[in-house]
């Protein structure tokens, strides 16, 4: 599902100094997993509270634009750890991951999620109100994008 053209890209990157150092060193990757997996957690909860809100299921009395400000910080930072932990996990085993179909919709969804996110989750959380048709379809997306991402990525030991 990767194109091929990006094969001596992961064997490259598989070669590196710091995949060679993360693969090679006993703690390096339980410490960056760690860190990966609790940033996770921020994530998931802040993007769960923000789309039942949007949903209109959950803490109905906050506008969605005031948990949006409450939630923004911890959404970004949890997601930039994860981005530079994740890239650091994967360059350890980049090679392995190239024909794993498992990581490829990991790595779809993901690309999915945040342009989604972005591009009409943000832009519509700026508004007190959402329309609630609006809000339950944009949600859900939204929560299907974002869980499956950690479905694929359970699913990689797997595949």
């Known amino acids: 599902m990767i194109p091929k053209f990006l094969l001596p890209f992961f064997i490259w ?11 090679s060193s006993t703690w390096q990757f339980p410490l960056i997993e760690t860190v ?5 957690a921020m994530l998931v909860a802040s993007v769960v509270v ?5 949903m209109g299921l959950l803490m109905k009395k906050w506008t ?7 939630v923004r910080p911890y959404l970004n930072w949890s997601l930039a750890i994860i981005l530079v932990s994740g890239a650091l996990l994967w360059a350890s085993e980049a090679a392995k991951t190239f024909d794993n179909a498992a990581f490829a919709v990991k790595v779809y969804l993901l ?3 945040i342009v989604f996110h972005y ?21 859900f997306v939204s929560l299907f994008l974002w869980l499956g991402i950690g479905w694929a990525g359970r699913a990689i030991a797997f595949v």
């Open 13 to 23: 990157s598989d070669h590196t100094a710091v995949g060679e150092y993360v693969r």
């Open 36 to 40: 990966h997996i609790l940033s996770l």
């Open 50 to 54: 923000l789309n039942l809100r949007l």
């Open 64 to 70: 969605v634009h005031a948990l949006m400000d409450e």
């Open 111 to 113: 690309i999915a999620a």
């Open 119 to 139: 591009s009409v989750v943000r832009p519509m959380a700026k508004a007190d109100e959402v329309a609630p048709a609006t809000g339950k379809i944009v949600g």
